[in-house]
């Protein structure tokens, strides 16, 4: 994965930790405090503690454990999937960062699908994953094209998981699905614009806001307002999602 640089904000940049290993957090928020930029104002290490104290300290990245044992052990595989999921539902403007221990197909389609905007492997070191909160925070998303890749394959296989058939088009509260029910494919592209059908297979090809604006000879910030009426027709909160939801309109049905 290459990094591309990105800008450190004017005010520190506020994070927040979720894991069920205090070993894991406290190494966590030791790198990221020693960046002057970056100040982390909570942690957690159930899903309950993070619901609970997220919105009250409102941070700009939540760096979210995929797996989650809980202090009760009632935790499950893919627990952190669903805290981002009920984190973007509350707070829309988090941008969520999903860690885990495992490259595991299932749970980054489910991550992204619940509106996580990075997923990296615990095994990143320091500086990536300082680029990797940087990134997420500025509104970019975390992935690489091979992941991306990954994803829209395991789109396009039958029989694929129980969330990537539901979550992807009931919109349960999220604001990261399409809000329509099987069948209704069609009308959900029928919102866009010639225009801004152009701009989604762009998207769908990963190509950048500036890249899309230099192919298709228009300014970058219409290109950028192109892109939120895109997401907004469509329901879902990350390019990648609209990428997506696209795949799986044009999918051939069994």
Known sequence: MTATPVSAPDAPLRVFILDDHEVVRRGVRDLLEAEEDIVVVGEAGDARQALARVPAVRPQVAVLDVR???????????????????????????ACLMLTSFDDDEALFDAIMAGAAGYVLKQIDGPALVHAVRTVAAGQSMLDPRTAKRVMERLRTPGRSRSAGTEAG????????????????????????PREREVLDLIGLGLTNRQIADRLFLSEKTVKNRVSAILSKLGVGRRVQAAMVVERLRAPRP
């Open 68 to 94: 989650l044992g809980g202090t009760d052990g009632t935790g499950s595989d893919h627990e952190g999937i669903e805290v981002c999921r009920e984190l973007r539902a509350r707070v829309p403007d988090l």
């Open 170 to 193: 009931t919109g349960t509260g999220t604001g990261t699905g399409t809000g329509s029910k099987s069948g209704s494919g069609a009308s959900e592209l029928d919102r866009l614009s």
